[in-house]
Structures are given as C-alpha cells and as structure tokens.
C-alpha cells in the first residue's frame, strides 16, 4: 500500500535560516508526491508536486523540494523562513497509479519559525 | 476562478442528528473528493466522484454517510444520526480530469457532535 512518514511532529527554526520539513515515502511503481500547507482553521493550499522530471521541484511562497529516489525521500525546503510560514505542513502521495488519484497524507508537522 | 467552496463553515449538532454538508467545485473541475480530518491528523479520503458518477468509497463511510453530487457540479455529503466520533473537519477537494492533476481544497466544515 502506499503511505508517506512525516518523523518529525515539529520543527523550530529562526527567522532567516533556512529550513527543511522532512517527508519519506513508500509506494509501488513511480510515486506522484506533494506538498501542502494548512493555515490554523483552513483547508490546504498547494505547494508543488513531483510528478517526473527534475529532482528539485519549485512551488509557491519559494518553497522547494527534492525528490530522492534511492532514499525514498521528499524533503521539503526553503532557502530562508518567515514568521509567516508558520503553519502545518502535509505531504502527500498519489494512490494506486491507474486509480482515482485520491491522497494518502502523512501525519502532518508543524513548523514553527521564531522571530 | 473562485476556488473550492464549502457550506456551513462551522456546525455544532446534537448526537443523533443528521447534518449535511455542500461544497462546491472549482468550475471546470470534473473530479470531487471528500476528505475527514481529525486532530493531530491529516486528511483521510471518504469518496470520489467523477462528474455524478461516485466511484469510490473509502470503509470510513459507514452506512450513516451518503454523499451525492447529482449534476456533476456541487457536492453533498450527509450524516445520519451523527455519533461524537463524527467530529472532525471535512474538506472538499476538486481536480480536472488529468492523470496528474492537483487537488485544490476549500476551506473545510468543522463539525462538532455534542
């Protein structure tokens, strides 16, 4: 079955630094993978996604992420953290390939950036 | 492009009640999914539709939910005689009907069974 692991349930980082948000997969066949982010009381707004291609996956707010095939990884990144990115993080894996497309999420972490 | 809408935002209910909830696509999206998400967690997949047609069912949708979507445009999803398990947020997500499309979510309903 496919399923994502999110390891950490927070990550503490100061404003500026940069920060990672870590994400593990396990699937059969190739893996489509995204990122969302849930504001307090929100749905979820998109990040990126890693369907094929390049390794290093851009998105919105200047968030990036790698995909790692021999460690099965999808880490997500950003060069310098804002108070603002406050907020928790899913990644995410397609179902089944040929079926509904429906997500499997991970757990969630939160991140946390202080000033 | 409005986005991905949900009706109520917020509801309190009284165990045994049924609720029902609307959401409404992104316009030219053929592909409807309801997720529940309860706290500490991230969102689990309840069912799928593909225009009216339902396709999927996740074994978290007990005979007490039922979810329509009968134009193949807005969404329903209804809870019969709710228990306090039931409490939780449930999304609508929305998606064209590409391989690889993206999801987009709206706002979610936060259901509370007292």
């Known amino acids: 079955a496919q399923s994502v692991a999110q390891p950490e349930d927070q990550v503490n980082v100061a404003e500026g630094n940069p920060l990672t948000v870590k994400c593990t997969y396990s699937?059969?066949?190739?893996?489509?993978l995204f990122w969302y982010v849930q504001y307090p009381n929100r749905g979820l707004q998109f990040l990126l996604k890693y369907i094929t291609g390049d390794n290093l996956v851009k998105g919105s707010y200047g968030f990036e992420a790698e995909f790692n095939k021999s460690q099965t990884s999808f880490h997500l990144k950003k060069p310098s953290a804002l108070v603002s990115d406050s907020a928790l993080y899913f990644c995410a894996v397609r179902d089944r390939p040929g079926g509904y497309n429906k997500l499997i999420f991970g757990a969630g972490t939160r991140l946390a950036v202080h000033p | 492009d409005t986005g991905v809408s949900q009706d109520p935002r917020h509801k309190i209910t009284k165990r045994g009640q049924n609720v029902t909830f609307r959401c409404d696509p992104i316009?030219?999206?053929?592909?409807l999914y309801w997720y529940r998400q309860t706290l500490g967690q991230g969102p689990e997949f309840l069912t799928y539709?593909?225009?009216?047609?339902?396709?999927?069912k996740s074994r978290l949708l007990s005979d007490r939910f039922s979810a329509e979507r009968p134009k193949g445009s807005f969404s329903t999803l209804e809870i019969q005689r709710t228990e306090q398990g039931d409490s939780a947020m449930y999304l609508c997500?929305?998606?064209?009907?590409?391989?690889?499309?993206?999801?987009?979510f709206g706002p979610g309903t936060r259901l509370l069974v007292l």
């Open positions: 316009s030219e999206h053929n592909r």
């Open positions: 699937v059969s066949g190739n893996p489509y």
């Open positions: 539709f593909q225009n009216e047609a339902q396709l999927e």
């Open positions: 997500a929305s998606s064209l009907g590409a391989p690889q499309e993206t999801q987009y």
